[in-house]
C-alpha cells in the first residue's frame, strides 16, 4: 500500500495552527538518531534539537537581512512566501551595521564562516522571540529556509484553493528547535522524460519548486529521444517542425499484446516543445532555487525523432519517423564528420542556454547494427583505428565531448560510454546497476549513482494489480531508501568520486502531470533522505513523511491520485 493514498490533505482551515511536539531541553548533547522525530523535516537534518519553549510566525514576524549582502535575495524570497501565507505585504527589513539584531519577533539572516556547513549547510536556532539562520553563502540560506518552511507547515506556493486556506492563518505556533545540517552529496539529481510524453512550463516549475522543498539540486531534464524531440535548436527549424510530432502512440504496454498479435494505436498527434525563451525561463526559475538544469541530447542512439527530420545524417539516409512506440530502434546518428556539425550546431544553441558546467549526451542503448552494414560508417572507424563499434561509439563520444570542452562544459554519459573507453573528464551515470558507477569510480571519473532496480520511479511501488499502468519491476519507498549510493565497503577512494545520487522517471506509460505525481511522491522524498542525509531511520522518515505529504499537496495542488 503507497502511503500516499492513505494521508489526506491535513492543511483545514483554522485560525491558529498550533503543532505541539514532544518538548526536551534544548540542550546542547550530542545528536541522537531518534531526536529526528517532531524535526517534521525531510531530508532529516544533521542535528535537531527541541526546545522547551514556542514561537510563533505570524503576519508581523520581521524578516531581516543586510541588503548589501548576498543572502538578501534569500531573505526576500522568504519574505514573500510569509506574505503569501498571512495575506500581509510587508517587506524585507534592511539592517545594516546592526550587530545587535534586537528586533522581537523577527527572522535574522546572518552571514557566517562555518568550514563545516560548506556552501550548502545552515543553522537555525530559535530564541523564544526570533529565529537566528546562518550560512557561508546563498544555497545554505535556501535550504534553512525550506526546513523552517516544513517545520512551520508552509508552502511556497499554492492553488487558488489553498491561498484561500492561507486567508484564515494568523499564526502559527510550534516548540522551537535548534538545527545544524548540511548534505552528504554534492550532486542531488532529479530525472524527468519529457519526450514519450510532455509536461507544460507550470508544470515544470511546480516540479522544480518540490525538488528545491526537498533539496534536490540538479534537474536532469531528457529533452530528445525517438519519440519526439523538445527543445527549439533555430539554427535546425525542422526539429521543431517535424522532429517534436508523432504521429500516434501505442496503445497499453508490449505485454498486453499475445505473440503476433499487431499493435494497436491511438490514432492521436502528438506534437510539443520548449521555445528557447521558455527554456530560458525555466532555468532561471531553476537557479533561483539553486538548481541547475542538466539538458539531456541524446546520442548516438535514441535519435529517430532527430533523424526522422534530417535523414541525411543517419546511416539509411531515409525510410525513419518519429517513433510511437517504445523501447531502443536500430537507426541512429552515422558516425562521420557532417553528422558531428549538425550535433555541433545543436549544443552550440544548447550551451547558450543552459548555463550549468554539465551538458548529458546520453550514449545508452546504441545498437550497432547501422554501423555494421554502413560503409560510411565502416570508413570512419577503419580511419580511427577503431577494433570494432564499441570504439567507433567511444570516438563519436569523444569527438562530442572534445568540442563541449572548447565551450567550458563537461559530459555525463550513460554508463554505456564506458564501454569502448571513456577519457578521464566524463562523468559517469549508472542505470544498470551500480557495477558501471563502481568501475568509473575506481578508474577516477566521478560517478552518478541512479540505478533502476533502485531509482528508477517509473518502476511500480506496489502490487501491479492494485497500481496504474508502470513499466515493470518494483521499487517500493521502503527499497529507494534502503540503497546506500556510496557504502564504506567501497573505500574512500572510490566513495570519493560518487559525487551523487539521482532518481529518473522515464514517461512512456506516465500520460501526465498527477500521474508523474503519484509515482514520483512520495518516493523522491525517499532519493532525498539518501541523497542529503546521513542519518537514517526508515521508521523516522515514514513518521515525518506523514507530515510533509499533505504539504506537497499543496504545492502541486491535489492529492497523489492513481490514474484512472
Ligand atoms: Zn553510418
Redesign the pocket.
Known sequence: MCISNSIKPKLKMKKTLIIFTAVVFCANGSFSKSINTGSDIIPAPVEFHICQYGFSLNANTKVIANINSSEYSVAEYLNGILCRFFKEDKPVIVKRDNPKYSLANSIIFILTSDKQLGREGYEIDMKKDKILISANDNPGFFYAVQSLMQYFSITPNGNNETKDEYKKYTQITKTACKIKDYPRFSYRGKHLDVCRHFFTVEEVKCYLDLMAYNKLNYFHWHLTDDQGWRIEIKKYPLLTQISSCREQTMIGHYRDYGKGEPLRFDGKRYCAYYTQEQIKEIVKYAAERYITVIPEIEMPGHACAALAAYPQF??RRGGIKVEGTWGVFDD?????DS?FSFIEGILEEVCDLFPGKYIHIGGDECPKT??K??????K?KQEQGCKDEHELQSYFVRTIEKFLNTKGKSIIGWEEILEGGVTGTATIMSWMGVNGGITAAKMGNDAIMTPENYLYFNWYQADPKTEPLAFGGLTPLDKVYNFNPAPDSLGAEVQRHIIGVQANTWTEYITDFKNLMYMDYPRTAALAEIAWSKNLDYTDFLERLQHTTPLYQTMYGGIFSKKK
Open positions: 543517419s546511416c541512429v546518428f552515422c558516425c562521420n553528422t547501422r554501423w552494414e554502413c560503409p560510411v560508417c565502416q570512419t
